[in-house]
C-alpha cells in the first residue's frame, strides 16, 4: 500500500505570493491532518480534516487554510507569505481520525520564502 | 492545556549501547502517547503507541516504552543502539479535542550514535 504522498518536495516563493501543497493519504484514510516543523518552534499542528470537514484548528493565522476532497486527498494554501512561514510542512493521514488510529506521515514539502 | 517535555535535547551513545530517551507529559485525563522517529529529510514514523492496558509497550525497530502514571513519563528505551538508530526522536500525546486527532509533540532529542 502507498504511503502519504506530499508535491512537491521543495517549493522556493517570495514575501506576498502565495502556495498550494498537496498531500494524497494511504488508500482508505479518511483523516488528514496537516503539520509546520520549525527549528525554532518545532511541531506545530495546523488543522485536521475528516470527510471534507475542517475538525480541528491550530493557533495559526487565517492566512492558512485548506480542504479536503471527496477522495480524501488534501490541500492547504497561504496566502500573503512571510519569512516566518519558511518550514517543512507534513501531512499526515489516519484512518478515521481517532486516537486509536495513529498517523502516517509523508516526507513533508520544504518551503523556503525569500 | 496538554504540553509534552523532552528535557535531552541532544543525546550521543556508543553503538551497542543501552538507550534512555525521557519524555514527560502534561494532560488532564488518561492520555494517548506516541513516539516517532524522523530521519534527515524524512517524515515521522511511528515506534510505538499506549492508549491503555500494559503500561510496557513494544515497537518496531527493537523499541520499548513504559507508560509511568505517577511520573507523567513515556521514557523511550532500546536495549543495544545500532548506527542506524541515528535520528531525532519525539514523543507525542493525543487529544480528543473537539473530536477527531491532534498531536501535541515535544521538542524532540536529537539521538547520535558513535560507532
Known amino acids: 500500500k502507498a504511503g502519504v504522498t506530499q508535491t512537491p518536495r521543495y517549493l522556493i516563493k517570495t514575501r506576498g505570493q502565495q502556495v498550494t501543497l498537496s498531500c494524497s493519504p494511504i488508500?482508505?484514510?479518511?483523516?488528514v491532518s496537516w503539520y509546520q516543523q520549525t527549528p525554532g518552534q518545532g511541531l506545530q499542528f495546523l488543522f485536521e480534516?475528516?470527510?471534507?470537514?475542517?475538525?480541528n484548528k491550530g493557533n495559526f493565522p487565517g492566512r492558512f487554510s485548506g480542504r479536503q476532497f471527496s477522495n480524501s486527498r488534501s490541500e492547504m494554501n497561504v496566502s500573503t507569505l512571510e519569512l516566518g512561514d519558511s518550514a517543512l510542512y507534513l501531512c499526515?493521514?489516519?484512518?478515521?481520525?481517532?486516537?486509536?488510529?495513529?498517523?502516517?506521515f509523508g516526507n513533508g514539502t520544504r518551503l523556503t520564502v525569500t | 492545556a496538554q504540553s509534552v517535555t523532552q528535557p535531552d535535547i541532544h543525546i550521543t551513545v556508543s553503538e551497542g549501547a543501552s538507550l534512555e530517551l525521557r519524555c514527560n507529559y502534561s494532560?488532564?485525563?488518561?492520555?494517548?502517547l506516541f513516539w516517532y522517529v524522523q530521519s534527515p529529510g524524512q517524515g515521522l514514523q511511528l515506534l510505538l503507541k499506549?492508549?491503555?492496558?500494559?503500561?510496557l509497550v513494544q515497537g518496531i525497530k527493537g523499541f520499548e516504552a513504559e507508560f509511568k502514571r505517577s511520573q507523567s513519563s513515556f521514557n523511550l528505551r532500546k536495549p543495544s543502539v545500532h548506527w542506524s538508530d541515528a535520528a531525532e526522536y519525539f514523543c507525542?500525546?493525543?487529544?480528543?479535542?473537539?473530536?477527531?486527532?491532534?498531536?501535541?509533540f515535544g521538542t524532540g532529542t536529537q539521538l547520535k550514535v558513535e560507532l
Open positions: 494532560y488532564g485525563a488518561t492520555p494517548y
Open positions: 499526515a493521514s489516519s484512518l478515521d481520525g481517532q486516537n486509536n488510529s495513529p498517523l502516517h
Open positions: 507525542a500525546v493525543g487529544s480528543l479535542t473537539g473530536g477527531g486527532n491532534k498531536l501535541t
Open positions: 480534516y475528516f470527510s471534507e470537514t475542517q475538525r
Open positions: 488508500s482508505g484514510h479518511r483523516s
Open positions: 499506549y492508549f491503555s492496558g500494559d503500561t
